[in-house]
């Protein structure tokens, strides 16, 4: 039991792990920060390495290849070493993003592993798990990139239904009627869930409020579980 629920678990989240660096990368990169917002947006990293550190503990009861749990471990500490090293600088400074390249380079490796590992529907995990992740960092950021507030939700609940559909092709070539009638359970509860995910993270949208870090956090919880249920539902075709 320890063994399959760690298999299901184990892609999820070290793909809304990836997810999320990818988004906070890009938010670093291109967004208009001030000092302070940088510096704790950038300290947020550390949620995002814990995760990819849980998920990197669950590999070793999923039995995957031993390659890829150095290869996670060597990518956590560099991205956890660097992340040390900045909280000793003072004030609201912050280290520039080519501290993080060789991170963030091996972190992109794993994240192609895992998508030919899993296939398509990983696509979709990376950017619902990694969209309401990075969305609650930056919120527990206090950022002000408003137009974020609106197009991570969008592109997230468009990616977890972008699952959805993804697995239903996949099952629709599946022939035999046993693994069918065993997929309509969890198929119910995917979409159950991810419809319940999208009310809860699109709500302060619809009533055009600030999202708050309470939300998002059950939000997150509630796409991770979409995404178990996805990954559960792929290791039955």
Known sequence: ?????????????????????????LVLLKGDLCPGQRRRISDGLMSVWAVLGLSLMLAVE???PIFVLWWGGLTLALGIGVLVYQARLAG?????LQWQLPALVLAGGLGVWLLFSVGAAAIFMLGAGGCVF???????????????NLILPVVGVS??????????????GESDPVTLDALILPFGQLCGVVLLSALVWLWPVFRKEATSAPVLAVASLLIV???????GIIGQL
């Open 134 to 148: 990075a969305h609650l960092i930056m919120v527990r950021a206090k950022h002000r990139l408003q137009a974020f």
């Open 62 to 64: 999923a039995r995957v």
């Open 92 to 96: 609201k400074r912050s280290l520039s």
């Open 225 to 231: 579980s979409a995404l178990t249920l996805g990954q």
């Open 1 to 25: 039991m320890t063994d399959h629920l760690a298999a299901r678990l184990f892609a999820p989240l070290a793909l809304t792990a990836i997810g999320a660096l990818a988004v906070l990368l």
């Open 159 to 172: 990616c977890a239904l972008g699952m959805i559909l993804v697995l239903l092709v996949q099952t629709a």
